[in-house]
């Protein structure tokens, strides 16, 4: 039997399934109209305010939620973590015109998979929904490359192997005792070194071991 014998070979994905929640319905227009520009992507339902949203989700099991922070009746953070918690198969991109770094710390905290500004490129918004609906964190760059605020979300900026060496700089090791118990070479720490301190935008290794204790990474013994 042929490919072309077979109604389901090669069957295309479902579509990504969003639901859409903003107490304004211009920008709701505004953000629909983005949405359905990109292939494979379906706008199931909207909604003005929190409670609306639940509503949505418990009905449709979206893949995505795009969720504003602020709306009235419910807030946008307690939604995060009442989905969080009840539907974690949904996951939720914050859309917000807040670009603050400590917006971004409490969505991620609440349960947000997501971090995106409204004044993000459309290309962006795209991009954040192929990445969280693959079940990847994403922060707009212009959020990201600050360092993270709480422990809670020390995972969500930093590659394992990054939080590997920031652990061993904090504990005092040189870049040759680090590159031996990794089992890589002095210029691959470096570079990992180099990457830590553009990421977190920390460029000493006091500060660094501050940030490590800070965030749970290193423990300091009584």
């Known amino acids: 039997m042929t490919n072309r014998d077979r109604p389901h070979a090669k069957a295309m994905s479902p579509k990504l399934r969003v639901v859409l929640a903003d107490d304004h319905a211009l920008v709701r227009a505004g953000i629909r109209a983005l949405l359905?520009?990109?292939?494979?992507?379906?706008?199931?339902?909207?909604?003005?305010?929190?409670?609306?949203a639940l509503k949505a989700i418990e009905e449709l099991k979206p893949d995505v939620v795009l969720l504003d922070i602020?709306?009235?009746?419910?807030?946008?953070?307690?939604?995060?973590?009442?989905?969080?918690s009840d539907y974690p198969e949904t996951r939720v991109i914050v859309l917000t015109v807040h670009e603050d770094q400590e917006y971004a710390d409490h969505a991620i905290a609440a349960g947000a998979m997501g971090f995106l500004p409204k004044s993000a490129a459309s290309a962006e918004l795209e991009l954040a929904l192929r990445m969280v609906a693959e079940g990847e964190i994403y922060l707009s760059p212009g959020i990201s490359r600050h360092p993270t605020a709480s422990p809670s979300t020390a995972g969500v900026e930093l590659t394992p192997r990054q939080r590997e060496v920031l652990a061993l700089i904090a504990n005092g090791r040189s870049t040759k005792d680090i590159a031996l118990a990794l089992s890589i070479s002095v210029k691959t720490v470096e570079t990992h070194r180099a990457q830590l301190m553009e990421r977190l935008q920390i460029f000493d290794v006091a500060s660094l071991v501050r940030y490590a204790i800070k965030t749970g990474l290193v423990k300091i013994e009584d």
């Open 36 to 52: 359905e520009k990109i292939t494979g992507v379906e706008v199931v339902a909207e909604a003005g305010d929190g409670l609306e």
């Open 70 to 84: 602020a709306m009235p009746g419910l807030g946008g953070l307690e939604v995060v973590k009442r989905v969080k």
